[in-house]
């Protein structure tokens, strides 16, 4: 149901746009989030947005590079990555929360996307 989109391989530097679709096309009243996995690693909080934009939430190593919005009206949710490091290779995964505010704990989200790969070289 949650269909994430947009990885790729970049060199450092670099940019990429993520984007997770819901083809349900519920959640418009939820909070959405991002979040990552790199081998070998627990799967960790990346950024969250509120169910209306009005509220963003950022990890500490993204914020001022990732911005999150979303676009009720096409269910989808974007992750917009800038400046780009090796350290940012992951698998990226996109969630709907089970509430309207955002959150950074993985138990606060209820559906998951399966997850786009974003390989940044160095």
């Known amino acids: 149901q949650l269909q994430a989109s947009g990885g790729g391989l970049v060199q450092a530097g670099g940019s990429l746009r993520l984007s997770c679709a819901n083809s349900?096309?519920?959640?418009?009243?939820?909070?959405l989030g991002w979040f990552r996995q790199s081998p070998g690693k627990e799967r960790e909080f990346v950024a969250s947005?509120?169910?209306?934009?009005?509220?963003?939430d950022y990890a500490d190593n993204v914020q001022g590079r990732f911005t999150i919005s979303r676009d009720r009206a096409k269910s989808t949710v974007y992750l917009q990555m800038n400046s780009l490091k090796p350290e940012d290779t992951a698998v990226y995964y996109c969630?709907?929360?089970?509430?309207?505010?955002?959150?950074?704990?993985?138990?606060?989200?209820?559906?998951w996307g399966q997850g786009t790969e974003v390989t940044v070289s160095s």
């Open positions: 969630a709907v929360s089970r509430s309207a505010v955002t959150g950074r704990g993985l138990s606060n989200y209820a559906y």
């Open positions: 349900r096309r519920t959640a418009s009243n939820n909070a």
């Open positions: 947005i509120s169910w209306n934009g009005g509220i963003t």
